[in-house]
């Protein structure tokens, strides 16, 4: 990344307006005139915001307005989101300016122009991941020596910056997590689908089974194998499958996500023939997952709309069998 625009005589300067404390090659008088303006002179930090890269540059100046018009990125300065903080004087804007470049200092950016070469004020860009972290220091830092008196943050506009929205940058491991989070509940809804589409050939019902653990809850198929009918095969199978049931859990750092099944045990009704059996992983192992709570709320509603919908069902289907036998 480098700027848009070719360096000018003014871009190698930090500021016109604030030239150094340490001018060793200037009069004695010049000096302490200078000396005494920087401690009299309100002086502002400012955070300016780049409109395309995401990126802002952290520095210092008497008036950030002109600063901006010097730089050789200002017309790609978003003016109405950028920051700056009125501070009483030159030497408190240096310290607060230090502060956050040490503290930023991870998120710094090495910019090169197309020549390969840095540029005086390249060291100053940040990542933008950095800049709600450059808010936040900038709110709990004192304005003056008086501990009290926090500094106010303003848009370049002057406008209070409370008023407008600083969005959250993610995290790498938090954009993962979202992926993860949409996957489940796309498997959670293709999982539905598929059983949807058995209960209109097949009774269902949600209950507790004997288990090595203890009572499971259980979802059971009745007749699951001796019903074969070709518009269910292809349901039919993805039940059968242990990859149909398989949930995932992020995994940091890249790493290949694991996986954890909501369905934990498919087998074979022993005191029921060809009643298949569903056997629910742990609820709460299920939480830990990503989007762990809405995939265990869509479940058991699922799971309770298949208890009252299909038992209806199968009530029915009964008594009318009975009466057929009278």
């Given at each position: ?6 360096r ?22 010049l ?23 995401p990126?802002f ?33 030159y ?11 040490k ?5 710094r ?32 830092m ?41 996957k ?18 097949l ?65 074979y ?9 569903l ?48």
């Amino acid at each position: 990344m480098s700027p848009s625009t070719p360096r000018t005589a003014t871009a190698w300067v930090r500021d016109a307006a604030d030239p150094p404390l340490h001018a060793g090659d200037k009069p004695p008088a010049l000096r302490k005139e200078r000396r005494a303006r920087s401690l009299t002179e309100v002086c502002y930090v400012y955070l300016l915001i780049h409109i395309d890269e995401p990126r802002f540059k952290i520095g210092l100046s008497r008036n950030p307005g002109q600063r901006v018009r010097q730089l050789p990125e200002a017309r790609h300065i978003a003016l109405d989101r950028s920051i700056q903080v009125r501070l009483p004087n030159y030497q408190r804007a240096y310290e607060v300016e230090r502060m956050l470049h040490k503290g930023l200092g991870g998120f710094r950016m090495k910019l090169r122009d197309e020549t390969g070469q840095s540029w005086q004020g390249s060291t100053e860009w940040f990542a933008l991941s950095g800049l709600p972290n450059a808010i936040r220091l900038l709110r709990v830092m004192p304005a003056d020596a008086d501990p009290c008196v926090m500094a106010d943050l303003e848009t370049l506009r002057g406008q209070p910056y409370e008023h407008f929205f600083v969005p959250e940058i993610p995290t790498p491991t938090a954009v993962q997590r979202q992926e993860v989070e949409e996957k489940n509940m796309r498997k959670m809804l293709a999982i539905i689908e598929v059983l949807t589409t058995l209960r209109e050939g097949l009774f269902m019902d949600a209950r507790m089974v004997p288990d090595t653990r203890g009572s499971v809850q259980c979802l059971c198929i009745h007749n699951f194998r001796n019903e074969f009918n070709l518009r269910l095969t292809k349901a039919r199978n993805k039940v059968l499958s242990s990859d149909f049931w398989a949930l995932q859990a992020a995994k940091p750092g890249g790493k290949p996500a694991l996986t954890v099944p909501l369905v934990r045990l498919i087998r074979y009704s022993e005191a029921t023939p060809g009643m298949l059996e569903l056997v629910i992983n742990d609820l709460k192992v299920l939480r830990r997952l990503p989007a762990g709570n809405r995939v265990v709320t869509v479940w058991q509603g699922h799971l309770a709309w298949l208890s009252s919908t299909t038992w209806s069902y199968r009530t029915a289907a009964l008594k009318l069998a009975k009466l057929e036998k009278v």
